[in-house]
């Protein structure tokens, strides 16, 4: 099934609100280019921008969670306030290891336990598409988190408690599309941190991996979206979910709001039709665990 | 009297001083109209309607999508739903949110406080989706099926937009 749209000779970008269709992933030997199909797949623009007529990645977005109210940071080239002057490697561990430049741990609400399995190839390329963007000079604003959540230097002891670094395991059986599906669910769009309940300390609850959270951003359920017929999307059809992907429109005529909306403009809208495929196939085989 | 009866006897006289105060609001005027966002009579009738003229919406973009997949849908679908949402979404700002019709203020309801907190941008997302409906209609007159799409994913995108915003839903 290709993208209705594009079918239709409507390009993307129209429903996207900007911005050129990406290169699928694999293809074209710019690395700023296949960065930017990175940016898109994580949807890095919604946590580092404040609001739409703020300073492009320029950080300052509120994200409030159970606990306490964080605030994206600065990730233009800017050297003094953004990520300016770091090396391929300092980008590596922050994403893998949720590390600083200068060793500092970092809050998990920035998502390097899904960021973690993405490929080197892929940091890479997003490394060099972030250098690309304008620099934007904006101090970044402290978190506003309540002790002993806000306490960092406990920070190293949750990474080595919940964080598992690495590549995704190898699953004997399954085909490309499903592979391709799960990198895309688990790792680069890290849909888990919000579809997901968490434990007490803020760790995914990996035996409910995408069974709803009562309690997601803003304090607000967020669906299930596992197999399961009655309280996930069981009964979808894989265009059903690609569709919803694609423009945000679930199979009742319902259009999707609670910060999903922001999902499909910034990030799943941009995916090749193949990749939305690759999702839908692959959250057809998650199972229930809610 | 019986807890119930006092219950109703509570809520009788709150519509009435609801009532009232409208009709006193009336009276003096414009001072304040601007500001304070009018009250209804029968909050729980309006967000009943509210919920039939939204779910009118989502039939219609239903029916609409179905044509615009290739998947059974007619012109003549696109044009009756068009219809639809034309006629719903003019109603959305004048008469579907009365300021005691959110969450916390009437059972049920998926209408955030940040509607009234933030009224003119609610109001501007309303006019955005009457735009978009009026250029559905034009499209779906036309009968070129990527303008349909086109203009569906417009209509699409500020339902969307203003979901984000605006509603959260129960479930």
């Known amino acids: ?290 | 009297m019986s807890k119930i009866g006092q219950k109703q006897g509570i809520v009788r006289n709150a519509v009435i001083c609801v009532a009232s105060a409208g009709i006193l609001v009336a009276a003096i005027g414009q001072a304040g109209a601007q500001s304070q966002r009018p009250v209804s009579a029968d909050p729980a009738a309006v967000v009943k309607e509210r919920e039939s003229a939204m779910k009118s919406m989502g039939d219609a973009m239903k029916k609409i999508s179905a044509y615009v997949k290739n998947e059974g849908g007619t012109v003549e679908g696109v044009r009756e739903g068009a219809a639809a949402i034309r006629q719903a979404s003019q109603k959305i700002a004048p008469s579907l949110f009365p300021a005691d019709t959110g969450i916390g203020r009437i059972e049920g309801s998926e209408a955030k406080p940040e509607i009234w907190q933030q009224w003119p941008k609610f109001e501007q997302a309303a006019a955005r989706l009457v735009t978009a409906g009026n250029d559905l209609s034009s499209a779906a007159e036309g009968g070129d099926r990527a303008a349909i799409a086109r203009q569906f994913a417009q209509v699409g995108q500020s339902c969307g937009g203003c979901h984000d915003d605006f509603r959260q839903k129960k479930n």
């Not at chain 1, 306490?68 to 490697?89: H, K, R």
């Not at chain 1, 922050?94 to 390097?112: I, K, M, N, Q």
């Not at chain 1, 309540?146 to 085909?175: C, T, V």
């Open chain 1, 1 to 290: 099934m290709a993208s209705w749209l594009l079918r239709l000779g409507v390009p993307l970008a129209l429903v996207a609100g900007g911005g050129a269709p990406s290169m699928a992933q694999t293809a074209g030997d710019d690395p700023v280019k296949r960065g930017e199909y990175i940016f898109n797949a994580a949807g890095c623009l919604g946590c580092h921008t404040e609001s739409k007529e703020a300073p492009r990645l320029a950080g300052g977005r509120a994200l409030k969670t159970p606990f306490g109210t964080f605030y994206g940071p600065n990730i233009t080239p800017d050297p003094e306030t953004g990520i300016g002057g770091w090396t391929d490697e300092d980008f590596i561990r922050a994403l893998r290891e949720g590390r600083s430049p200068d060793g500092t741990a970092y809050f998990p609400v920035f998502p390097y336990t899904s960021f973690t399995h993405l490929t080197d190839q892929d940091l890479r390329d997003l490394k060099a598409y972030l250098d690309a963007q304008p620099a934007v000079s904006k101090p970044n604003r402290p978190h506003d988190v309540s002790p002993p959540f806000g306490w960092r230097f406990l920070l190293p002891a949750w990474q080595a408690l919940f964080l598992e670094d690495g590549g995704l395991p190898p699953e004997p059986g399954r085909d490309a599309q499903w592979e391709r599906g799960r990198y895309l669910v688990q790792a680069a769009g890290h849909c888990g941190e919000c579809h997901s309940p968490r434990n007490f300390m803020g760790a995914v609850d990996h035996d409910r991996m995408l069974a709803g959270s009562a309690d997601g951003p803003e304090g607000k359920p967020v669906p299930n979206i596992t197999s399961d017929p009655g309280k996930g999307i069981g009964k979808w059809s894989p265009g059903e979910i690609a569709f919803l992907l694609e423009i945000g429109m679930m199979p009742d005529g319902d259009f999707v709001g609670g910060g999903m909306n922001e999902v499909v403009e910034n990030s799943t809208s941009k995916l090749t039709a193949e990749d939305r495929e690759a999702i839908a196939a692959y959250l057809l085989t998650v199972p229930p665990g809610g």
